[in-house]
């Protein structure tokens, strides 16, 4: 079983051609989907509106087999606008002010945690910024067994970051518990300014994690563990927007793992970390294929594996 514990929105994509088209995201939301398309047995936990766009988010959530671990609630769905470019590329700015994605307390994580046996947590995105729901984050981090692997997505959004320094600290609290830590180049950008991808990533594995797969869009994934680095190059595909590629790519390298029932100390072995990635690549090259941040399901990626 896994715990993802974050926001559900709505992404307002814009389109370079001046095109707009509402599609259900967040992050954490999307690796939920992610995870139990590809087989796992997944409990979202998030604020989730009663207003129509959290009908659809309900919905979604179920069809794909994810259990909702907490009661809809009286505030409005969280908008994230999206633009993008002409290459796909994406820039955010949100409107999230009293919304429901925030509604996670900490109380309710004791509720969570003594209903479920889960093998691995996700967290990271808007848990790491908005409240009361940071404080869920943190509370679960606090009271997770020595045993459930811990994966954090960071997920930045300077956007919302009003007293970076805070975050800052939050963020430090959260790795020092995580085992495999997801970032991209632009979340190095923004938590170590000025300071080169492979540098900083390479300091994270000076703490708690054993693993940092740093993503690098279309320059593909390097895997950075104690024997080293791999880079694996991205897949080939006709990109339509990679709106929730990242979050896909994190789900994928977990539910592999976890399917092929390795643990915490298995993540010492770098050719276990690797095989897990190369899945992750090919599930985020079918996502970007698609428009919004689809998920591919097991059958997907055997009939389209983008090897």
Known sequence: ???????SLID???RADGTVEDVLGGGPFNAARALASLGCDTTFVGGISDDSFGEQISTQLAQVGVAVALPRVPHSTGIAHVTLDETGSARYRFELENSACAQVRSTDIDAVLREGNFAAVHVGTLGLVLQPLADAVTALIEQI????????????RPALVSDRDSYLRRLHTVLTRADVVKVSIED???????????VVAKQLLEGQPKVVLLTRGADGVEVFTGDGVLSIPAARTQVVDTVGAGDVFGAAWLAYWLRQRWARDDLADAAKVVQAARYGVAAAAWTVAQVGAKAPTLE???ANPYA
């Not at 079983?1 to 926001?7: A, R, T």
């Open 145 to 156: 067994d020595a045993n459930v692997l811990c994966f954090v997505d960071p997920n930045c």
């Open 1 to 7: 079983m896994v715990l993802v514990i974050g926001e």
């Open 12 to 14: 307002r994509i814009t």
């Open 188 to 198: 190095i950008a923004f938590i170590r300014p000025g300071v080169s991808s492979e």
């Open 300 to 302: 997907d990626l055997e």
